[in-house]
């Protein structure tokens, strides 16, 4: 959310009187027209909000969160926790990724630039498809694709908003869905069940729980018309530089928000493309150069530092607000991450203004392979990931996390890297080891 828009909310929330209707009933009603006549929005843009990162600062101070009701109106409610309860959270997946082996795909499908990232989300299931992925996490070797795109859904009223808040169904009698609108990236049909798909470009630790819900009571309610035997399954899909990580989701009681992960893998498309051999060769290339400028990384998402680059290879110079809002960060996390990248050498900060540097457009730019290689190279001319990658390849498993602890802490003793100390120390470490989580499966063991 960009801070015209949240200013915006502030606004509305103080000429509207909503505090009071909040602390009076729990929620409030608003209307499109209110939004597009009193305060000159379009209503769509006002209120999307496709995580918890980019909800409006007011909502969050009242603990509250907006979403669309019916046509031409929004309701905004009470759900405590600064509006977190009600977007679903997606934990990340550490564990060693599937090795799924590309065979002779490229040969069979000549439509899919297999060397390059896939850039739509349609791709990206297209190729889960191909390559059996979606098999694999499914469990039934036959799959058709008989869904995709939006649609109207027709409640009619007939289906009242229950939030699950503080471990509870609570229901709104007075609240009811209209017909909304929704849209399914793509829905497979096996011999049990429908199987549909939400999918992103990036990795996010939270979702909108409406992409879901509505999909998922809508395949429900219409097998149950039909008399079918056949079972809703719905899952979420995320994409980054040939690793998907793949989600089943439950829901509970009919409550928007009451989605809750029973299962998760993630996988890798395509073999390995290093060597333990070739990693000796680099650190053997390469000492550690002390960093006593730049603090330490603390951001455990590496996929989201790449996805910065590309932002600012597309769009250029960009502020830590411009940050926040074009990566669903907040901005203390846009803030980290564009310090990890700067730790880096991939971009340069001045005056709040954050540019890619020469070596990050190249970053940004690469393949997935080089870019990871370009990744690890930096990392073996870092202090701590020298030591880290050095051990990876002795015993051909990852350091624990005390024991990159002790790294850091000796690091910031010799003054290699800026000073960290107390619990700092645990957070870098951590991010740390997540980074190596992310880069293991590219090597072959």
């Given at each position: 959310m960009n801070r015209s828009q949240d200013q915006q909310w502030k606004t509305i929330f103080r000429q509207e009187k909503i505090s009071d209707a909040l602390q009076r009933q729990g929620w409030y009603l608003i209307s499109a027209k209110t939004i597009r006549e009193n305060y000159g929005w379009r209503p769509?843009?006002?209120?999307?909000?496709?995580?918890?990162?980019?909800?409006?600062?007011v909502l969050k101070e009242h603990d509250a969160a907006i979403l669309s009701l019916t046509n031409g109106h929004y309701v905004i409610v009470r759900v405590g926790d600064r509006g977190k309860p009600f977007f679903p959270t997606l934990p990340p997946i550490w564990e060693p990724p599937r090795h799924i082996p590309l065979d002779d795909l490229p040969q069979r499908y000549h439509t899919f630039q297999w060397n390059t990232a896939f850039t739509s989300e349609s791709m990206a299931i297209d190729a889960a498809f191909v390559s059996h992925i979606l098999h694999d996490f499914i469990g039934e070797t036959e799959l058709t694709l008989t869904i995709r795109g939006r649609r109207r859904f027709s409640l009619d009223g007939r289906l009242p908003l229950r939030l699950l808040i503080d471990h509870t169904i609570r229901e709104f009698p007075?609240?009811?869905?209209?017909?909304?609108?929704?849209?399914?990236?793509?829905?497979?049909?096996?011999?049990?069940?429908i199987y549909l798909i939400e999918s992103k470009l990036h990795l996010t630790g939270n979702f909108n729980p409406r992409q879901i819900f509505f999909p998922h009571i809508y395949w429900q309610r219409q097998l149950q018309a039909r008399g079918s035997y056949k079972t809703v399954h719905s899952l979420y899909l995320l994409y980054t530089d040939f690793f998907y990580y793949l989600y089943e989701l439950e829901l509970r009681?009919?409550?928007?928000?009451?989605?809750?992960?029973?299962?998760?893998?993630?996988?890798?498309?395509?073999?390995?493309?290093?060597?333990?051999?070739?990693?000796?060769?680099?650190?053997?290339?390469?000492?550690?150069?002390?960093?006593?400028?730049i603090p330490f990384p603390q951001a455990d998402l590496l996929p989201r530092i790449y996805d910065l680059l590309k932002t600012l290879n597309r769009l250029g110079t960009r502020t830590i607000p411009q940050i926040a809002e074009q990566q669903h960060f907040t901005e203390r996390q846009a803030h980290y991450y564009a310090a990890a990248a700067r730790w880096l050498g991939w971009t340069e900060i001045e005056r709040g203004q954050i540019t890619l540097t020469k070596e990050g457009k190249g970053v940004a730019r690469e393949a997935p392979a080089s870019r990871a290689e370009k990744t690890l190279t930096v990392l073996s001319r870092r202090p701590v990931f020298h030591q880290a990658l050095l051990f990876w390849c002795e015993q051909r498993t990852l350091p624990a996390q005390p024991q990159i602890e002790h790294w850091i802490a000796q690091a910031s003793t010799e003054g290699t890297i800026k000073a960290v100390s107390g619990n700092t120390i645990h957070r870098r470490a951590q991010t740390a080891l997540h980074w190596l989580q992310m880069l293991a499966p590219l090597v072959k063991s």
């Amino acid at each position: 959310m960009n801070r015209s828009q949240d200013q915006q909310w502030k606004t509305i929330f103080r000429q509207e009187k909503i505090s009071d209707a909040l602390q009076r009933q729990g929620w409030y009603l608003i209307s499109a027209k209110t939004i597009r006549e009193n305060y000159g929005w379009r209503p769509r843009l006002l209120t999307k909000f496709d995580n918890h990162e980019s909800l409006p600062s007011v909502l969050k101070e009242h603990d509250a969160a907006i979403l669309s009701l019916t046509n031409g109106h929004y309701v905004i409610v009470r759900v405590g926790d600064r509006g977190k309860p009600f977007f679903p959270t997606l934990p990340p997946i550490w564990e060693p990724p599937r090795h799924i082996p590309l065979d002779d795909l490229p040969q069979r499908y000549h439509t899919f630039q297999w060397n390059t990232a896939f850039t739509s989300e349609s791709m990206a299931i297209d190729a889960a498809f191909v390559s059996h992925i979606l098999h694999d996490f499914i469990g039934e070797t036959e799959l058709t694709l008989t869904i995709r795109g939006r649609r109207r859904f027709s409640l009619d009223g007939r289906l009242p908003l229950r939030l699950l808040i503080d471990h509870t169904i609570r229901e709104f009698p007075e609240l009811h869905f209209g017909t909304p609108q929704m849209e399914i990236d793509a829905g497979y049909e096996t011999p049990n069940g429908i199987y549909l798909i939400e999918s992103k470009l990036h990795l996010t630790g939270n979702f909108n729980p409406r992409q879901i819900f509505f999909p998922h009571i809508y395949w429900q309610r219409q097998l149950q018309a039909r008399g079918s035997y056949k079972t809703v399954h719905s899952l979420y899909l995320l994409y980054t530089d040939f690793f998907y990580y793949l989600y089943e989701l439950e829901l509970r009681d009919e409550a928007l928000n009451a989605l809750h992960v029973t299962r998760q893998q993630r996988y890798f498309l395509g073999e390995p493309p290093f060597t333990f051999q070739w990693l000796r060769a680099l650190l053997e290339r390469n000492s550690p150069i002390p960093q006593p400028a730049i603090p330490f990384p603390q951001a455990d998402l590496l996929p989201r530092i790449y996805d910065l680059l590309k932002t600012l290879n597309r769009l250029g110079t960009r502020t830590i607000p411009q940050i926040a809002e074009q990566q669903h960060f907040t901005e203390r996390q846009a803030h980290y991450y564009a310090a990890a990248a700067r730790w880096l050498g991939w971009t340069e900060i001045e005056r709040g203004q954050i540019t890619l540097t020469k070596e990050g457009k190249g970053v940004a730019r690469e393949a997935p392979a080089s870019r990871a290689e370009k990744t690890l190279t930096v990392l073996s001319r870092r202090p701590v990931f020298h030591q880290a990658l050095l051990f990876w390849c002795e015993q051909r498993t990852l350091p624990a996390q005390p024991q990159i602890e002790h790294w850091i802490a000796q690091a910031s003793t010799e003054g290699t890297i800026k000073a960290v100390s107390g619990n700092t120390i645990h957070r870098r470490a951590q991010t740390a080891l997540h980074w190596l989580q992310m880069l293991a499966p590219l090597v072959k063991s």
